[in-house]
Nanobody, 115 residues
Framework: QVQLVESGGGLVQPGGSLRLSCAAP????????MAWHRQLPGKEREFVAA???????RYADSVRGRFTISRDKAIKTAFLQMNSLSTAETAVYYC?????????WGQGTQVTVSS
C-alpha cells in the first residue's frame, strides 16, 4: 500500500489562491490517472479534477477555469492550483493516484476559505 502525502492546505481569504501538492513516496509504475477530490462539511466526497497518463485533463464544472491540475515530469507529484476560491469551497481536499492496481489516496488536507 502506498500513502500519498498532501500539502499546501490552509486558511485563505475569499478570492485568494492556494496550491496543493500530492507526493508519492516513490515512483509508482502504471499510473493511469492523478486526481483531486474534496469533501465539503456534511457532504459526500466529490470529484474536482483529473489528469490522465497522456496528459489530458478533466474538471468539475464548478472549478473549470479557476483550478488547474498539473504534475511533475517524474509523474510522482501532482499539483492543484486553485484560484478565486469561495467560502463554499471550504473542504478537505484529497488526492488519488489510480492504475490497474487500484487507487491510492492521500490523507487529505484542509482548505478553509474565510475572511
Amino acid at each position: 500500500q502506498v500513502q500519498l502525502v498532501e500539502s499546501g492546505g490552509g486558511l485563505v481569504q475569499p478570492g485568494g489562491s492556494l496550491r496543493l501538492s500530492c507526493a508519492a513516496p516513490r515512483t509508482i509504475p502504471g499510473i493511469k490517472v492523478m486526481a483531486w477530490h474534496r469533501q465539503l462539511p456534511g457532504k459526500e466526497r466529490e470529484f474536482v479534477a483529473a489528469m490522465a497518463g497522456g496528459g489530458d485533463t478533466r474538471y468539475a464544472d464548478s472549478v473549470r477555469g479557476r483550478f488547474t491540475i498539473s504534475r511533475d515530469k517524474a509523474i510522482k507529484t501532482a499539483f492543484l492550483q486553485m484560484n478565486s476560491l469561495s467560502t463554499a469551497e471550504t473542504a478537505v481536499y484529497y488526492c488519488r493516484f489510480g492504475g490497474a492496481w487500484g487507487d491510492y489516496w492521500g490523507q487529505g488536507t484542509q482548505v478553509t476559505v474565510s475572511s
